[in-house]
């Protein structure tokens, strides 16, 4: 099948992008800037699909930062508190209905190329704190429309919606992602911050899984 995969450079959309060809399915990968100030996964996103020699496209969704306006994200006025996650860390970096305007630039990419599918990185979150637009119901709403809205059907594809992070890191390790390319810190910085809900998210993850990260010795 051929698939438009969502590749923001973390590791659940580069494990997905992986997991995928590994099952034997060409991919594209679309990434998205939407004016989020840890602008280093873009480059991380651009090494992942250099090093697997995956076609995409770089997607300027900029102008939405006004739009998108009050969240820690994307206002760089607004600071993330350090911290695991929860409602109210949640709250501050959740951009308004991200995963529905990325999953519908997407789809019409997926339209023009004349693919069958769509795919993004949704898993289950720690804790049951997770994104509302993460969620099995959400993939399996956007699944339905995407079937719809456009004279052929395209297919929403989120494997690994049920998914615990630790899940994706060990299918990560089997699949040998370099997980060094991969970028999760919210901060802006070069190194991650070791601190943010991002970076206690993959820490705790990696733990779980057994596994070491190589980017954990480099926090600021
Ligand atoms: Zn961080």
């Known amino acids: 099948m051929k698939v438009v995969v969502i590749l923001s450079g973390g590791i659940d959309s580069t494990t997905l992008l992986y997991h995928l060809k590994a099952e034997g399915h060409s991919v594209f990968a679309l990434t998205f800037d939407y004016g989020q100030r840890h602008r280093k996964e873009l480059r991380c996103a651009a090494s992942i699909c250099q090093a697997t020699n995956t076609p995409n496209q770089k997607v300027c969704l900029t102008a939405l ?6 969240n820690a994200l994307t206002d760089h006025s607004v600071t993330i508190q350090p911290g695991r ?4 860390t949640l709250a501050v970096t959740t951009v308004p209905n991200r995963n529905m305007i990325l999953l519908s630039v997407a ?3 997926a339209v023009s190329l004349g693919y069958h599918a769509v795919a993004f990185g949704a898993h289950a979150g720690a804790e049951g704190h997770m994104y509302a637009d993460c969620s099995p119901a959400f993939a399996a709403a ?3 429309v995407a079937a719809v809205c456009d004279r052929r059907p395209i297919e929403v594809l989120a494997p690994f919606v049920n998914w615990k992070k630790a899940d994706i890191i060990r299918r990560a390790s089997e699949l040998g992602v370099p997980f060094e390319l991969t ?5 802006g910085e ?3 911050c070791g601190r943010c809900g991002t970076c206690l998210d993959r820490s705790a993850a990696f733990e779980d899984a057994g596994l070491s990260d190589p980017l954990s010795g480099q926090t600021t």
């Open 183 to 187: 970028w999760s810190c919210y901060q």
């Open 107 to 109: 789809i019409g990419k």
């Open 142 to 144: 956007m699944n339905q």
């Open 190 to 192: 070069d190194v991650p």
């Open 65 to 70: 930062a006004d739009v998108f306006g009050g």
């Open 85 to 88: 996650y929860d409602e109210q």
